[in-house]
Structures are given as structure tokens and as C-alpha cells.
């Protein structure tokens, strides 16, 4: 009985994000089930991707699901679930929804253009909802310093990681383009937010 409570009590509070890291988690356990098959060859997005070849689509998206073991999964994750609750209730599960997918396709365009290797896991969105989240206390006309300061740290540190360390198996770029379209968003969405209450 008491346990029946508690599962009464439980509350799916942020759908997106909790969704999007069970299917993470499932996804993993299937690419250990078929020995790596899962992630070669649906969630590794390619750079040049042969733009004939229809996988390549379904891989500009399916990409920030899939991940490379479990160390990289939990990395993501812990980070994840931390700060995407605060995203997905500031800005709607919709409206996260759309940021997530226009990050998977934004990064794997510029993936597929200007780089030769491929690109797996959900780091650009966490860096994207990680940038998202310091807009949280924006008020109108006024620029958070916390904003300033973590936008400059984390894309300073990936510049400079990616230039003083371009093989270290870890896709700065990613990390970038995420960094850069929580950006875009945030300053998207709080002009909007502000503009409808003038």
C-alpha cells in the first residue's frame, strides 16, 4: 500500500526532457544489443554525407539521441536533467521541442559541410539548454551578467579546446553550435516575450 502512494506522488514534471532521456537510455541498450549496428548506422551523422542516400536525413535528427557508451550517456544526462527542467518550464515543451530539433539539423549541416568526422550524442543540446538556462532571469531591457560570463566561458573553453586539441575524439563543434543556438533562442524568445507586453 505504501508503495502505491509513492508511485501516486511521482510526477513526470518535465516530459520532454525525461522522454528524451529514456530513449536515449533505450537506444544505447539497443546499439550494445546489435553489437554497434544501431549507432553506424542510423545515429552517427556523417560529415559529407552522400545527400542522395535518405539515412543521411533521418540521421541530421536521430544523431543527439544516440550515444557512444555509458560514461558518455551519464555525462550528458546528469547535466541534462539538471538544467532542461528549468528550460522546459520556462520556455514550454513545445517550444523546447522545436529548439532541440533545429540544434540536431544545425549541427549536422555544419558537420556535414566543413568536417570529414561523424558526430553522435546529445552534448550541443545540453550546451544549447545550458545557455538557455541563464536567460531565465532576463528582465526587459536589462542583460544578465551571469548570461555574459557563462556565454563567454563555455564558448571560449570550446574554441580553444578545439583548436589545442582537434583529435581528441570530441566533437567541439557540437558543443559550439548548441552553445550558439541557445543563443539565437533565448534572444529570440525574450525580444518576443518582451515586445507582446509593451
Given at each position: 500500500?505504501?508503495?502505491?502512494?509513492?508511485?501516486?506522488?511521482?510526477?513526470?514534471?518535465?516530459?520532454?526532457?525525461?522522454?528524451?532521456?529514456?530513449?536515449?537510455?533505450?537506444l544505447?541498450?539497443?546499439?550494445?544489443?546489435?553489437?554497434?549496428?544501431?549507432?553506424?548506422?542510423?545515429?552517427?551523422?556523417?560529415?559529407?554525407?552522400?545527400?542522395?542516400?535518405?539515412?543521411?536525413?533521418?540521421?541530421?535528427?536521430?544523431?543527439?539521441?544516440g550515444?557512444?557508451?555509458?560514461?558518455?550517456?551519464?555525462?550528458?544526462?546528469?547535466?541534462?536533467?539538471?538544467?532542461?527542467?528549468?528550460?522546459?518550464?520556462?520556455?514550454?515543451?513545445?517550444?523546447?521541442?522545436?529548439?532541440?530539433?533545429?540544434?540536431?539539423?544545425?549541427?549536422?549541416?555544419?558537420?556535414?559541410?566543413?568536417?570529414?568526422?561523424?558526430?553522435?550524442?546529445?552534448?550541443?543540446?545540453?550546451?544549447?539548454m545550458?545557455?538557455?538556462?541563464?536567460?531565465?532571469?532576463?528582465?526587459?531591457?536589462?542583460?544578465?551578467?551571469?548570461?555574459?560570463?557563462?556565454?563567454?566561458?563555455?564558448?571560449?573553453?570550446?574554441?580553444?579546446?578545439?583548436?589545442?586539441?582537434?583529435?581528441?575524439?570530441?566533437?567541439?563543434?557540437?558543443?559550439?553550435v548548441?552553445?550558439?543556438?541557445?543563443?539565437?533562442?533565448?534572444?529570440?524568445?525574450?525580444?518576443?516575450?518582451?515586445?507582446?507586453?509593451t
Amino acid at each position: 500500500m505504501a508503495i502505491k502512494n509513492i508511485f501516486k506522488k511521482l510526477h513526470y514534471n518535465s516530459p520532454v526532457v525525461l522522454t528524451y532521456a529514456i530513449v536515449c537510455t533505450v537506444l544505447l541498450l539497443l546499439n550494445y544489443m546489435t553489437a554497434g549496428w544501431l549507432n553506424r548506422t542510423l545515429l552517427v551523422s556523417y560529415g559529407h554525407p552522400s545527400l542522395i542516400d535518405p539515412l543521411t536525413y533521418l540521421r541530421a535528427f536521430l544523431h543527439v539521441v544516440g550515444h557512444a557508451d555509458w560514461n558518455h550517456l551519464f555525462s550528458n544526462m546528469i547535466l541534462m536533467l539538471l538544467v532542461g527542467p528549468i528550460v522546459e518550464e520556462r520556455y514550454g515543451s513545445g517550444n523546447l521541442t522545436i529548439m532541440i530539433l533545429c540544434d540536431a539539423v544545425i549541427t549536422a549541416i555544419v558537420n556535414g559541410f566543413l568536417f570529414n568526422t561523424g558526430i553522435i550524442g546529445a552534448s550541443g543540446v545540453v550546451f544549447m539548454m545550458i545557455i538557455l538556462s541563464a536567460f531565465t532571469g532576463m528582465q526587459k531591457g536589462k542583460i544578465p551578467i551571469t548570461l555574459i560570463i557563462i556565454s563567454l566561458m563555455y564558448l571560449g573553453r570550446e574554441i580553444f579546446n578545439a583548436l589545442s586539441s582537434p583529435n581528441d575524439g570530441i566533437s567541439q563543434m557540437g558543443h559550439i553550435v548548441g552553445g550558439l543556438v541557445g543563443l539565437g533562442f533565448g534572444i529570440y524568445y525574450h525580444k518576443m516575450k518582451f515586445r507582446n507586453h509593451t
